[in-house]
């Protein structure tokens, strides 16, 4: 796209072109022997304009220390060469301070063969145990983001003493998860899709744009970069936006059918046949080769489906009908199709292809890995809790007596029926309410006098903390660390806290229910303790 | 007898279950394994314990027309179904259907003895049950029996929740289902845990509470704990081990255990409140307190399998990580020994 004015510069004729494409103002005069201007946008520093009540008509351009000025003939013309330098002058200062990622160095440049993007620096996190641990950055934002984690690590290590690295050491897995799902970054998504334009009660419409969307959609729609650097500091920012959102463009970008009531505007209409310009020229640099499974025309001639008067399905036409939608389909592919090469290293033809075709497959079953439960019979050295093998022989033929002497005496339900009511029904009786009792008496402890829930986060914590160094100590215990004597008085003074935590609940009932809760790990206390001095001695 | 009312619990119970007049089914599983009832009969014999049992299903019966009962006899060698009767559920079904329909028919399949003064469903219940139990009793081989440690227990279960399946869910009759687990239990028992557990899950799941009541004074059950904790069932030890005796069995089971299933979520239950939830190694199994999971499979180990791979999943460990554990303690005890 190029426009030409005619212009005078130092009294000469000549003609003033601005080529969009290289981004270059020339200035070749009609007759004589001066030589043309050039001027490279980028280096436009000042553009000056005579104001419009003044007699004369002339633009003043200033690049690098050499400004150069052209008079014009006319006002409307020299308006409209502002107008067309000021686009061009930001669009190309914008382009020399942050190069786009597709080469747009040549105007017809086309999105669906835009070179990926340039590899962005990558922070390569390391995944290994070692540097896990050394990431204090890391540490910081997971115990920041979990606050579970966060409680734990200051009873245990801020409060109770313990090592960070100790703290860290167990949850290797915690950081590495993190460290994953923290450096994973979001995809570009199909920007227009997200914006949706609201009715207001005053019947306007409103559309909601950030910075960020505005420069997605530059990213992912170049023609829109371009219609706006075309067009804004000429029309206000708004104004733009407003005529964009009810053009025909926006609905052709959104994928939506164009219809003859919606209303034209020639100038964002201009950027309509643009992308059709870009579709044709698209077309007609299709790949030779076509992989057979998208191969229209080869399954059109194959299936002969004409003759026999199937008719194909709108999109698996080739030709002139249906042009609408097809063109739809394809500015949605291409889009996707862009995305897709966006966010990842793009697919090799080949992985390519097998993929559409996978697509066809049906699904795969899971693969499970058989879990086999042997009941291998190991009870031959079974030995019982005293530790000798416990095998009193067995008296066959008492029990064989036993049994005779029971089929003798033949049952009788009479027999349970005494005159007087026994003791040992009595006794039962009792033991059943006992039992029952017992329940209820657990029941109202849970149901109704619920522990005060400022004890119960102090036992709480209490708890986590116990819990934490419990699993240090075994974990040192097992390894055979020299840390595990430490662990064992970090572990000695649990339990003073425990009690501390405990004794420091005055009400009766939730004194009772405070050391009901803490008796349990204060039995892994004790065990581990027992375990420590076993180990200890021998 | 206020005691028992539980119906402040009700509140707390979302499943809104309504008193209705649904009979149940009631799965007793007797266990059978005699030198176990050798041991105690200075407590309570075979047939003191089998009158108390036939009291119980009696009672049962009674409480309502359509009640029906399965029993289920097990020792080390096996677990069979002792009633209904294997000759065919059809023909108990169809005897039942003439006494409901008060024909007064004392065919060919009227019981041995002629006792008119016993409601008759009773008296086919009983004589079949002893009958059967006898046979089963008598026709162990004991000392083979006694090399083989696995209680049937878990497959008495699988038995009784497949009769329920079949009875309850697979007949689509309206029918409440319960199992009662009476053993005595030995010192060389071991129940399988595995299929117990299995066993366990699918009760649970199916809503069936399992009672159990034990009378003898073998270990701990710990995975029968579980299951009546897990189904909401009643555990009750009446061994002499829990300071108690099974002398006065029936009324035990008359008072604790009679209580049906739609009842259960308004009463308080005389179970035990204290559970063991300890499960059993994979390699030895016996019961664990500390000991090694498999980070694939979760299986249980209290040791470190000497192939270096999951029993269960065959996944290899790294050897980095078996070296860690197997280190065992320590190497502080010169200081320890310098201290004092």
């Known amino acids: 796209m190029s426009h030409t004015f005619q212009a005078t510069n130092k009294k000469v004729l000549g ?39 003044s007699a004369k008509i002339m633009l003043k351009i200033v690049a690098g220390d050499d400004p150069s000025t052209f008079a014009f003939s006319n006002r409307g013309t020299m308006i409209e060469c502002r107008d067309v330098l000021q686009g061009l002058v930001s669009r190309a200062r914008r382009e020399a301070s942050n190069p786009p990622p597709s080469a747009t160095g040549d105007g017809s440049s086309t999105p669906a063969t835009a070179t990926p993007p340039p590899k962005k620096e990558e922070k390569k996190v390391a995944m290994d145990d070692k540097s896990l641990l050394a990431d204090f950055q890391l540490q910081q934002t997971l115990l920041k983001e979990s606050k579970e984690l966060g409680k734990v690590f200051a009873a245990t290590v801020i409060h109770g003493g313990l090592k960070p690295e100790e703290f860290w050491s167990i949850r290797v897995h915690l950081l590495r998860a993190f460290a994953l799902t923290s450096n994973q970054k ?52 708004s104004d733009f936006w407003a005529r964009f959102f009810q053009s025909r463009l926006f609905k052709k970008l959104r994928g939506e059918r164009i219809t003859h009531k919606d209303p034209t505007d020639p100038l964002m209409d201009r950027y309509l046949d643009d992308e059709y310009d870009k579709e044709a020229a698209l077309a007609a640099g299709m790949p ?30 080739a030709g002139s009908s249906g042009r609408d939608v097809v063109s739809v389909i394809k500015s ?11 966010s ?179 039995t892994s206390i004790h065990h581990a303790l027992k375990e420590y001095d076993i180990a200890l001695r021998g | 007898m206020n005691a028992i009312d539980g119906t402040s619990r009700q509140l707390k119970d979302t499943e809104d279950q309504t008193l209705d007049d649904t009979p149940s089914l009631l799965s007793i599983i007797i266990d059978a394994h005699v030198p176990s009832w050798e041991e105690i009969k200075s407590q309570i014999s075979i047939s003191e314990a089998v009158a108390s049992i036939l009291v119980f299903i009696n009672a049962h019966l009674a409480l309502h027309n359509s009640n029906s009962v399965n029993v289920i006899g097990y020792n080390a060698s096996g677990a069979r179904i002792l009633y209904p009767p ?51 009793l008598n026709h162990t081989n004991y000392v083979e029996e006694e090399k083989q440690h696995n209680s049937a227990i878990s497959g008495a279960l699988s038995l009784a929740l497949g009769f329920i399946n079949k009875h309850v869910f697979v007949d689509e009759s309206r029918m409440r289902a319960r199992i009662l ?146 280190r065992k303690p320590l190497k502080k005890k010169k200081k320890k020994v310098v201290k004092p």
């Open chain 2, 181 to 326: 687990l009476l053993t005595v239990g030995h010192k060389n028992e071991t129940i399988q845990y595995i299929p117990t557990m299995n066993c366990i899950f699918a009760a649970q799941k199916l809503k069936i509470p399992v009672d159990v009541c034990k009378l003898g004074p073998g270990s701990d059950q710990v995975f029968l704990q579980q299951a009546c904790d897990s189904t909401h069932g009643i555990y009750m030890d009446i061994s002499e081990k829990n300071s108690k005796t099974p002398k006065g069995l029936v009324q035990y089971l008359l008072s604790g255990f009679i209580s049906d299933p739609s009842l259960r979520p308004h009463i308080v239950l005389p179970t035990q409140s204290n559970v063991d939830f300890r499960a059993a190694c994979f390699l030895t199994k016996q019961v664990v307190d500390i000991g090694y999971v498999c980070s694939v499979c979760l299986c249980i180990m209290s040791q470190i399998p000497s192939n270096r791979r999951c029993p269960t999943c065959d996944t290899t460990y790294s050897e980095k990580t078996l070296a860690g554990l197997g």
């Open chain 1, 344 to 522: 990842e290293a793009p697919l090799a033809e080949k992985e390519y292809g097998t993929l559409a075709l996978a697509d066809l497959q049906g699904e795969t079953g899971a693969e499970y890995v058989p879990l086999q439960v042997r009941q291998s019979d190991t009870n031959g050295n079974k030995k019982d809790s005293d530790g000798d093998v416990d095998m009193t022989p067995l008296d066959a033929e008492a029990c064989k007596e036993y049994v005779h002497s029971q089929y003798d005496n033949p049952v009788s339900l009479a027999s349970l029926v005494h005159d007087d009511y026994s003791a040992d029904y009595a006794q039962a009786w009792g033991n059943v309410q006992g039992a029952v009792n017992q329940q209820k008496g657990s029941w109202e402890t849970v149901q109704e006098s619920l522990m005060d829930p400022k004890v119960l986060n102090d036992l709480l914590v209490v708890h986590t903390t116990t819990i934490e160094f419990l699993r240090h100590f075994w974990h040192n215990f097992q390894e055979g660390s020299a840390e595990c004597s430490s662990m064992a008085n970090s572990l000695a003074k649990c339990i003073k806290r425990i009690d501390a935590a405990v004794g420091e609940v005055k009400d009766e009932q939730q004194h009772k229910l405070a050391v009901g809760a803490m008796a349990s790990v204060k």
């Open chain 1, 288 to 317: 030779d080769k076509v992989h057979r499974f998208v191969d229209i025309g080869g399954n059109d001639s194959q299936a002969g489906s004409e003759s026999f008067g199937n008719r194909p399905d709108m999109t698996m036409r």
């Open chain 1, 186 to 237: 979001k995809g570009p998504y199909n920007v227009l899709s997200t914006i949706k334009p609201t009715t207001g009660s005053d019947n306007t419409v409103n559309v909601q744009l950030t910075p960020e969307k505005v420069k997605d959609m530059f990213d992912q729609y170049p023609v829109v970069q371009t219609a706006y650097d075309d067009n804004v500091p000429r029309l206000k920012e």
């Open chain 1, 332 to 342: 949605i592919n291409r889009l996707s199709e862009r995305l897709a090469q966006k």
């Open chain 2, 86 to 136: 294997k000759s065919g559920v059809e023909s108990t079904r169809s005897k039942e259907r003439e006494e409901r329909s008060e024909s007064v028919s004392d065919g060919e399949q009227a019981p041995s003895k002629k006792d008119h003064s016993m409601y008759r469903q009773f008296k086919t219940v009983d004589e079949v049950v002893q009958t059967e139990l006898w046979n089963m």
């Open chain 1, 15 to 53: 003609v003033l072109s601005i080529s969009a494409e290289t981004k270059k103002l020339e200035w070749t005069p009609v007759s004589g022997d001066r030589a043309p201007i050039n001027v490279n946008l980028a280096n436009v520093t000042n553009l000056q304009a005579t104001p419009e009540n």
